[in-house]
């Protein structure tokens, strides 16, 4: 039987509406995206093109330091933004608590 090893990231806890978390830690061979949101359910968007709803995991095929952009949106929220650095070997994982307001584009 084969085993993944996946790191442990600390609870998203500390992050407040309107605000993003970003962790990373090292995967070997793959660069790896995995975005999360409060309330799930939100529409991921990576460098415009989107990716589907959270909690959500995509691979990542990019030049180091390049940036990407991820954008969180949903219905009766404010959409939320971060953009990122790409690294080879590497899982990132965001958290982002949308706050209540404005409407995103999707539900």
Known sequence: ????????????????????????????????????????GATV??????????????????????PVTVKLTRRGFSSLEHTLSCRQDTMTQLFGRLRKGQSGSKP
């Open 1 to 40: 039987p084969e085993t993944t090893l996946a790191p442990q990231f600390d609870p998203p806890s500390e992050v407040r509406e309107g605000e993003v978390r970003e962790q990373r830690a090292f995967m070997e061979g793959v660069s790896l995206l995995m975005v999360d949101s409060a309330p799930a």
């Open 45 to 66: 968007s990576v460098n415009g093109r989107t990716e589907g709803t959270t909690p959500l995991s995509v691979t990542l095929e990019c030049v180091t330091d390049a």
